[in-house]
């Protein structure tokens, strides 16, 4: 099952790498967008699938390296080389911000995050080096397609294969562990905080990559773009629809959201009802798969292996 899983991951990223020879310049942009989730809701699972530490502030970190991007772009440096000073900028930043936020538990973690990416947002609004609320514009003649959708082509193949090297190592069980009991853990010795932090930074940088990417690609960002709540938001869904805890969940969960987001663009009567569809498919998870897409994936293989078996005997057995 692993092998024929990792065959046809390679597949995918065979075709992906060359759809440009194939495809229009509009399903490549669909594409773009569809690796551009595969890399947030990945990098996100490193911290909130494998450490369970639930992050609502994640726009935060494609904010600093989108922002890192477009500044030092018009100070003349190559926007491709911003991307991993943006990374760096960003990995740090999630240290700051989680050595204090990590001593806190469950969901007041959470509602720190929330309040982490509100004040950042306010604060990039307010001063002028950003642009203020008005946003600011990557410098003329610094875009071309072709080269940035590679690069987040490439970016979400390593992003995904990072995370399968995460949860298959001797840091990847640690985080389990801490996942699954904390205190557990630490009784044993382990330095809960340091592993946190550094799924943190680990996660952190391959967002910022993404919003450096995101920057040369759309080449314009604003706080209320790029350090958007509902940013963030979408990023913690699509690995809870997919599977929390998996490699597999968030590209699954990416491709659902994402397919719903572009779908949502093209019907203006429904271009506002996000949050309530988001919300509606948040409750069918919760209520009736709470392992997400993996999960039933699972009870389906379940029930065929076991003639007569419903999905869910299956799955009690």
Not at 78 to 90: E, H, K, N
Not at 214 to 238: E, K, T
């Amino acid at each position: 099952m692993r092998r024929a899983g990792l065959a046809a991951g390679v597949a995918v990223a065979i075709a992906a790498l060359g759809a440009p020879l194939l495809l229009g310049r509009g399903t490549l942009n669909d594409l773009w967008n569809l690796a551009l989730a595969v890399v947030l809701a990945s990098s996100w699972n490193i911290l909130g699938g494998f450490a369970g530490q639930v992050s609502l502030g994640y726009s935060v970190f494609l904010g600093i390296g989108a922002y890192t991007t477009v500044l030092l772009s018009l100070r003349g440096v190559d926007p491709f080389a911003t991307l991993v000073p943006g990374a760096l900028l960003a990995a740090a930043f999630s240290v700051v911000i989680g050595l204090p936020g990590f001593r806190l538990r469950g969901p007041y973690f959470t509602i720190a995050t929330i309040g982490v990416g509100e004040a950042i947002r306010v604060a990039a609004s307010s001063v002028s080096f950003t642009g203020g609320s008005s946003g600011v514009r990557m410098p003329a003649g610094s875009f071309e397609f072709g080269r940035n959708y590679l690069g987040m082509v490439i970016l979400a193949i390593a992003t995904v294969a990072i995370a399968a090297l995460v949860r298959r190592s001797a840091f990847g069980h640690t985080l389990a562990a801490i996942r699954q009991d904390v205190d557990g853990a630490e009784a044993l010795g382990v330095d809960a905080t340091r592993f946190k932090l550094a799924a943190h930074a680990l996660s952190a940088g391959l967002v910022a990559l993404a919003g450096g990417l995101y920057a040369i690609n759309f080449q314009y960002i604003a706080p209320g773009a790029v350090f958007d709540f509902r940013l963030s938001l979408s990023i913690v869904l699509m690995p809870i629809v997919g599977g929390i805890g998996t490699v597999v969940g968030p590209l699954l969960g990416a491709l659902v959201v994402s397919t719903i987001q572009l779908k949502l663009l093209e019907l203006p009567a429904l271009r506002d009802s996000y949050l309530f569809i988001y919300g509606g498919l948040l409750i069918a998870v919760i209520l009736f798969e709470p392992k997400g897409l993996v999960g039933l994936a699972r009870r389906i293989v379940a029930a065929l292996r076991t003639p007569g078996a419903t999905p869910r005997a299956a799955d009690a057995r």
